[in-house]
């Protein structure tokens, strides 16, 4: 399982808001019941099998083009821990824990 | 005010877990006490003034040398917007409220 | 097409150099004929069908688990533009002549 | 010395072109001799003293605003080495010299 968080934003979209397309990409993940996934103020961070979650935001990335826009720009960050189970909550704590 | 993610990564620790970094990273944020921050999955999200925020990055990407690496790879997004108020709990809101 | 950056990292491998593990992700895009791209001293530039990339990029992800890492951290940053063809060298001449 | 690379969009533009901002944000870096520097396709690979690259960077970020944007989203990525010089042509070589 991999750990893996993107930002897609539409460029080139006459307004600074792009919340609209976010929330749209969002329901993309509707589809993924197996994704685990959490929205921040930065981005997505989803958790699951690798190819499911760049599958998933293969889709995600369509959505402001299908709205509208002419050139998306994606961030994506892949955390791919393969000696023990990383999840988001087990990351996390790791760190609360030595605080 | 900006928003700003950052994650601050040593290279070649001998381990793949480096919760004790981010840690000791974090423990810097508490001589920041104008920024308000948000440890996430990925990294860690603060919420200020953008000089002082980088001051703050800044910081926190000695931490690993001081413990030890030799090699930090340090990531910093920026979102700085001008024409309202942006906080991270607008941010979210605004997604949110769309869904 | 898509312009897509990629750098690919091992994390807890025990010395801080990690051009081996670059190399041989490297010799991954030889199995891309489709696929143009530029090495930079921060990673790997590739132009092409965005599916293609990201089939190529998801190989790569898996060339340091082959040679030994145990956790890879991977940055993907996807341009795509489609109100017109954008390539590399269009991307840099349009800089270029504004300079 | 550190390598970092930046690339600097303004969000909410008319069009979809912003090679007229990244030509601007280039013309900061005529202030800073002491740094050395690379266009990439995809941002600009900044090679000196950490303080001073992110000092560039702080006036670069600000240059779209300077320029009617409204939002400004950047992008830092941080090389830092310090158990050997680590410079944008010795990382080229490094990874060169095992293809």
């Known amino acids: 399982m991999a750990i893996v ?11 600074p808001s792009v919340s609209k397309y976010v929330a749209k990409c969002h329901k993309v993940l509707e589809d993924f019941p197996e994704i685990k996934y959490q929205l921040t103020p930065m981005g997505t961070i989803l958790e699951g099998e690798l190819p499911k979650i760049l599958e998933a935001i293969t889709k995600m990335h369509e959505v402001p ?35």
């Open 65 to 99: 083009f299908d709205n509208g826009a002419s050139r998306v720009s994606t961030l994506i960050k892949i955390d791919d821990r393969r000696d023990k189970e990383a999840t988001m909550d087990a990351k996390m704590q790791s760190v609360i824990s030595k605080l």
């Open 5 to 15: 968080e993107t930002s897609i934003t539409p460029i080139g979209t006459e307004t």
